[in-house]
């Protein structure tokens, strides 16, 4: 035992019993990120009232999660509204926040912006085109090191 040491195992049991009988104050545990980016990316109208309640508050006591709440949902206006047009003024008032992430975003879309607009206002989907491209690449690792080009063009011609 250390010098000058007058406890016992009743005094260090008595403490300990003390401790943990006394009333802890109770305080919220603060949403995890997961939780606060599904309630940023989902749609606002899903949200219980206590979820909403949440959202605000973490909004109110961080704004930078508020611009990004705000961003995001905008965003989201204008790819399922397909209003491509908005999308320089969406880009100018990204840029206008310290937001890096979105910043690298926008410097993205800017590399080619025209073609970003066609494909959040036009009604054409590649979604078909790309799911062939997929088979495809599936037909190919199912294929890797067995045979040659001959045999994959049978197999994509007859799948």
Avoid at 28 to 45: F, K, Q
Avoid at 64 to 83: C, K, M, N, P, Y
Avoid at 90 to 102: A, E, F, G, K, N
Avoid at 108 to 114: A, S
Wanted: aromatic letters at 6%; proline letters at 8%.
């Amino acid at each position: 035992m250390p010098p000058g040491y007058k406890g016992s195992y009743q005094r260090v049991r008595a403490y300990l019993y003390k401790k943990r009988t006394s009333p802890r104050p109770v305080t919220a545990r603060p949403p995890s990120p997961r939780t606060v980016s599904g309630w940023t990316l989902g749609r606002p109208e899903t949200l219980t009232e206590p979820e909403q309640l949440q959202l605000k508050t973490v909004r109110t006591q961080r704004p930078e999660i508020d611009a990004l709440t705000r961003h995001v949902r905008s965003f989201a206006t204008i790819l399922t509204g397909r209003q491509g047009e908005r999308l320089p003024e969406w880009l100018d008032t990204v840029r206008q926040d310290d937001l890096p992430t979105l910043h690298t975003l926008a410097a993205g879309i800017d590399r080619d912006l025209d073609a970003v607009i066609a494909g959040l206002s036009l009604p054409w989907s590649s979604g078909a085109v790309e799911g062939h491209v997929n088979r495809i690449k599936m037909l190919k690792r199912q294929m890797f090191g067995r045979a040659g080009f001959q045999l994959l063009r049978k197999r994509v011609l007859l799948a």
